[in-house]
């Protein structure tokens, strides 16, 4: 017999049941999800996960900051 918290793992891949919601898709095309970290530059934003350390650094030095998706 498993615990639930065990069986809710395998099912959904996390302990615990909730809905996030999606904010929308990045410059790149990513789906973005409200409390995610984002870098935005303009009126452009990245998700912050799917940067490379490379992209991340080019960001920074145009002036790119940090910011959670809402």
Do not use: C
């Not at 935005?40 to 992209?55: H, I």
């Amino acid at each position: 017999m498993d615990h639930p918290v065990v069986k809710q793992l395998n099912v959904i891949g996390y302990p615990w049941d909730f809905e996030r919601s999606q904010v929308g898709t990045d410059s790149l095309g990513n789906e973005v999800y409200e409390g995610e970290e984002i870098l935005v530059l303009g009126n452009e934003y990245f998700l912050v996960e799917e940067l490379s350390v490379d992209a991340i650094q080019i960001l920074e030095m145009l002036g790119a900051e940090y910011d959670e998706a809402k």
